[in-house]
């Protein structure tokens, strides 16, 4: 990226002569965004599914977003406000039945079943809503299994709710098991029928992060569908499992002087100059903006700095018609 520049830079100081502006060139392509010039002839492209799209980039993905929650107060503020402006203290339904004494009794059993709902004992149904919620917007997926309980413990409606992370679910899973009915097909750890209805999950019997505390977490077992809540945004038809809501650059929130993403070639820091993003170490700096003099309509010059402070030449700038 850093080699482009450097073969524009004119080596000395202000007032040095130069070359007349090339004139703009008409594209020939009926689409700009099709052309292949100097600013998109390196611009990778793919037409895979977006299922293919997302296994090549899955485990990064959530592990990078995890990791930005987990350090970066921007990143982790960002998902607080997120959650606090979508649930808050939590979608609550009201009874529309007619009969006043019914209506009371289903809105008493409701309030019950709210303290209970959480299989962890952790908190209620308002906090999985909340916690649900906010594992899909960091990790692009979360699961809610139902548990049907015995009477016998004696809660008020015999459901309880376990939520479970998307790492839980693995990526990697394309092939029928030994518990996979015949005729069906196992991708990215769904099971399909023949009519392409989901039938079943495949999750670990543990969290595979949680290696330490459960030696056997690398056991697979199979959860109907009718036992599971799948929460994720579908982006793309056909779309089988959840992307994360910032997988474009986080780059945003990772390293010093990275308040804008990698794609705009250039940042500003907080110091007022720009840095050629994407080179070694914090990339090079541009400061110095001064008007030149010369003959040739350039605009103008900007000394480029290495990391070190060292000056590495300069850019003329001009104005394209």
């Known amino acids: 990226m850093f080699g482009a520049f450097v073969t524009r830079f004119k080596r000395g100081g202000k007032g040095v002569s130069a070359p007349a502006p090339p004139a703009r060139r008409v594209s020939s392509f009926p689409y700009e965004g099709a052309t292949s010039g100097r600013r998109l002839g390196t611009w990778s492209t793919t037409r895979d599914a977006v299922n293919t799209v997302w296994y090549q980039s899955a485990d990064q993905l959530v592990s990078r977003s995890?990791?930005?929650?987990?350090?970066?107060?921007?990143?982790?503020?960002?998902?607080?406000?997120?959650?606090?402006?979508?649930?808050?203290?939590?979608?609550?339904?009201?009874?529309?039945?007619?009969?006043?004494?019914?209506?009371?009794?289903?809105?008493?059993?409701?309030?019950?079943?709210?303290?209970?709902?959480?299989?962890?004992?952790?908190?209620?149904?308002?906090?999985?809503?909340?916690?649900?919620?906010?594992?899909?917007?960091?990790?692009?997926?979360?699961?809610?299994?139902?548990?049907?309980?015995?009477?016998?413990?004696?809660?008020?409606?015999?459901?309880?709710?376990?939520?479970?992370?998307?790492?839980?679910?693995?990526?990697?899973?394309?092939?029928?098991?030994?518990?996979?009915?015949?005729?069906?097909?196992?991708?990215?750890?769904?099971?399909?029928?023949?009519?392409?209805?989901?039938?079943?999950?495949?999750?670990?019997?543990?969290?595979?992060?949680?290696?330490?505390f459960f030696p056997n977490y690398l056991d697979l077992i199979r959860v109907p569908t009718d036992e599971v809540m799948h929460l994720f945004r579908p982006l793309r038809p056909g779309q089988l499992r959840g992307v994360?809501?910032?997988?474009?650059?986080?780059?945003?929130?990772?390293?010093?002087?990275?308040?804008?993403?990698?794609?705009?070639?250039?940042?500003?820091?907080?110091?007022?100059?720009?840095?050629?993003?994407?080179?070694?170490?914090?990339?090079?700096r541009f400061a110095d903006l001064g008007s030149a003099s010369n003959p040739s309509g350039w605009a103008g010059v900007i000394k480029v700095k290495t990391p070190a402070g060292a000056t590495a030449g300069y850019i003329l700038l001009y104005s394209n018609p």
């Open 66 to 212: 995890r990791d930005s929650a987990r350090k970066d107060g921007w990143a982790a503020k960002t998902i607080d406000e997120w959650v606090c402006n979508a649930v808050g203290n939590g979608i609550k339904p009201q009874s529309l039945h007619s009969t006043p004494a019914t209506k009371e009794k289903i809105q008493k059993l409701w309030s019950q079943f709210v303290t209970e709902a959480d299989a962890g004992g952790l908190t209620d149904l308002y906090g999985l809503q909340a916690l649900a919620f906010r594992s899909m917007v960091e990790g692009g997926e979360c699961f809610a299994r139902k548990h049907i309980r015995p009477i016998s413990d004696g809660l008020t409606i015999p459901l309880q709710l376990q939520l479970i992370e998307t790492e839980q679910l693995p990526f990697y899973l394309a092939r029928p098991t030994p518990e996979t009915p015949k005729g069906n097909v196992v991708r990215a750890s769904i099971e399909f029928d023949q009519r392409g209805r989901r039938t079943a999950y495949y999750f670990y019997k543990e969290h595979p992060g949680e290696r330490l």
């Open 244 to 284: 994360g809501s910032s997988p474009g650059s986080p780059l945003r929130v990772a390293g010093s002087g990275s308040n804008l993403s990698d794609g705009t070639l250039l940042e500003v820091t907080v110091a007022g100059e720009l840095i050629l993003a994407g080179g070694a170490g914090n990339g090079y």
